[in-house]
């Protein structure tokens, strides 16, 4: 039972520094023309929406598109899918992408969730970050949506970039307690492969922070979300009670999902496979897509043990037939190094396993 639909828009105006993501920036005819194979896409796999509860289109940066595009992608949606039954519409953003225009357009198409790329307030650090906004575009952008009465939306936020100080981070949590937003996400910066900034770091142009000093960020910021009442139920996520994200459950509970457009994964009827990277093969041929590994079992730990609640041993058993010891013995010994415990049906990383994860999840894979 497919029960999310993801919705991939490949195009940015400008390429942040650390960004690995399917992304271009392109001409507008390269827009339109992936807009309408996207379009078709869509139409192709419309017998597969009768049980969706939620549909997240993300990037790339969909809202850089020109409102128009979007307003046919929009439409072609709510021509296929009941959005009645659409619990929860997301979209993501860019501040100063966020205009009165655009809050009210998706508002009509009953996207009712904003998930914005803020990173920080600091501008020396988003220009580092080489972001197309400023510390003004966010605070515009958050009263745009207050004036419009979009009152869900998720703040992304990034700590551990270089030259960051602990004042920073403090300024950006303290920004986030003004803020309103429901969500927050908040990420540990990673050097990715074929980055600026990997490259940047290579060259000795730039020096990541001390180790140290990055884990301290991440307990203050642990702590202060906690504090302002936010509940801490991902990894990197953070939320006010009834307002996590519906979507990324989909994914952390290992449930069934469809992707399309440019590079998108989609896993169903016991199977993960996703569409092309290349945008020309992609415009020729968007029913092609590549099986890829997938390992239920595995897949299960390694996305479940994401959530701060962990994985219930009942509901493994139910979908495995299996213990979850049984499959994964290495496994056990992690509750005797104190990375994982059990509390009544739940198998979780404690606090110390959350920053030893990766010890954990060796002996899964
Ligand atoms: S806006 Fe988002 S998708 Fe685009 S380059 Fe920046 S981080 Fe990557």
Same mark, same amino acid.
């Given at each position: 039972?497919?029960? #999310?639909?993801?919705? &991939?828009?490949?195009?940015?105006?400008?390429?942040?520094?650390?960004?690995?993501?399917?992304?271009?920036?392109?001409?507008?005819?390269?827009?339109?023309?992936?807009?309408?194979?996207?379009?078709?896409?869509?139409?192709?796999?419309?017998?597969?929406?009768?049980?969706?509860?939620?549909?997240?289109?993300?990037?790339?940066?969909?809202?850089?598109?020109?409102?128009?595009?979007?307003?046919?992608?929009?439409?072609?949606?709510?021509?296929?899918?009941?959005?009645?039954?659409?619990?929860?519409?997301?979209?993501?953003?860019?501040?100063?992408?966020?205009?009165?225009?655009?809050?009210?357009?998706?508002?009509?198409?009953?996207?009712?969730?904003?998930?914005?790329?803020?990173?920080?307030?600091?501008?020396?650090?988003?220009?580092?970050?080489?972001?197309?906004?400023?510390?003004?575009?966010?605070?515009?952008?958050?009263?745009?949506?207050?004036?419009?009465?979009?009152?869900?939306?998720?703040?992304?936020?990034?700590? #551990?970039?270089?030259?960051?100080?602990?004042?920073?981070?403090?300024?950006?949590?303290?920004?986030?307690?003004?803020?309103?937003?429901? &969500?927050?996400?908040?990420?540990?910066?990673?050097?990715?492969?074929?980055?600026?900034?990997?490259?940047?770091?290579?060259?000795?142009?730039?020096?990541?922070?001390?180790?140290?000093?990055?884990?301290?960020?991440?307990?203050?910021?642990?702590?202060?979300?906690?504090?302002? #009442?936010?509940? &801490?139920?991902?990894?990197?996520?953070?939320?006010?009670?009834?307002?996590?994200?519906?979507?990324?459950?989909?994914?952390?509970?290992?449930?069934?999902?469809? #992707?399309?457009?440019?590079?998108?994964?989609?896993?169903?009827?016991?199977?993960?496979?996703?569409?092309?990277?290349?945008?020309?093969?992609?415009?020729?041929?968007?029913?092609?897509?590549?099986?890829?590994?997938?390992?239920?079992?595995?897949?299960?730990?390694?996305?479940?043990?994401?959530?701060?609640?962990?994985?219930?041993?009942?509901?493994?058993?139910?979908?495995?037939?299996?213990?979850?010891?049984?499959?994964?013995?290495?496994?056990?010994? &992690?509750?005797?190094?104190?990375?994982?415990?059990?509390?009544?049906?739940?198998?979780?990383?404690?606090?110390?396993?959350?920053?030893?994860?990766?010890?954990?999840?060796?002996?899964?894979?």
């Amino acid at each position: 039972m497919i029960k #999310g639909l993801y919705i &991939h828009i490949p195009f940015c105006n400008q390429i942040c520094s650390y960004c690995d993501f399917v992304k271009q920036v392109a001409k507008p005819q390269t827009i339109e023309k992936y807009m309408d194979t996207l379009i078709e896409e869509l139409k192709y796999y419309k017998d597969n929406y009768s049980f969706l509860e939620t549909i997240y289109i993300g990037g790339g940066t969909p809202s850089s598109i020109p409102n128009d595009l979007l307003e046919k992608l929009l439409l072609a949606i709510s021509q296929l899918i009941d959005l009645s039954k659409i619990t929860e519409f997301s979209m993501e953003s860019n501040p100063n992408d966020i205009t009165e225009e655009f809050v009210q357009l998706i508002k009509k198409y009953s996207v009712n969730r904003l998930s914005i790329g803020v990173q920080t307030i600091n501008n020396k650090l988003l220009k580092l970050l080489n972001r197309n906004h400023s510390k003004n575009d966010i605070i515009e952008a958050l009263t745009i949506l207050k004036r419009n009465h979009m009152d869900n939306f998720n703040l992304d936020f990034i700590y #551990g970039i270089p030259y960051q100080t602990m004042e920073n981070v403090q300024d950006d949590l303290e920004f986030i307690k003004d803020s309103q937003a429901l &969500h927050i996400s908040y990420y540990s910066l990673i050097y990715e492969e074929k980055t600026v900034l990997d490259y940047q770091i290579g060259k000795g142009l730039l020096k990541p922070l001390d180790e140290d000093l990055v884990a301290d960020f991440s307990d203050v910021v642990k702590a202060q979300l906690q504090i302002m #009442g936010y509940k &801490h139920y991902e990894t990197s996520n953070y939320a006010f009670e009834g307002y996590q994200s519906r979507h990324n459950l989909i994914y952390w509970n290992l449930e069934e999902y469809l #992707g399309i457009g440019l590079g998108a994964a989609s896993q169903y009827d016991n199977k993960r496979l996703i569409n092309q990277s290349s945008i020309t093969k992609y415009s020729l041929d968007y029913k092609k897509r590549i099986m890829e590994d997938y390992n239920p079992k595995m897949e299960y730990l390694l996305m479940g043990l994401r959530k701060t609640e962990g994985i219930s041993l009942t509901k493994y058993k139910e979908r495995f037939q299996a213990e979850v010891f049984d499959n994964f013995p290495k496994l056990r010994r &992690h509750l005797q190094t104190k990375l994982l415990v059990i509390e009544a049906d739940y198998l979780l990383l404690t606090d110390l396993g959350q920053d030893l994860a990766n010890q954990v999840y060796l002996d899964i894979i």
